[in-house]
């Protein structure tokens, strides 16, 4: 026999608990040396650089003609 709750869950209570589950909103900075928006304390996915310096090196994406 499984366990079954002694009282029900009222909504607002449900809701209370449920809130945390959402996804929460990205904190995007813009980068310092393109311009182009990024995660803080991450590498610039469009430039490569991070706190200054080159750190990967961008291959230019060709367009499909």
Do not use: D
């Amino acid at each position: 026999m499984g366990a079954l709750p002694k009282q029900r869950i009222s909504r607002r209570r449900q809701g209370n608990r449920r809130r945390y589950h959402s996804i929460p909103e990205l904190n995007l900075v813009p980068c310092r040396s393109c311009g182009e928006k990024k995660l803080p304390h991450h590498v610039c996915p469009s430039c490569g650089m991070y706190r200054g310096r080159q750190v990967i090196q961008i291959e230019e994406r060709r367009r499909a003609e």
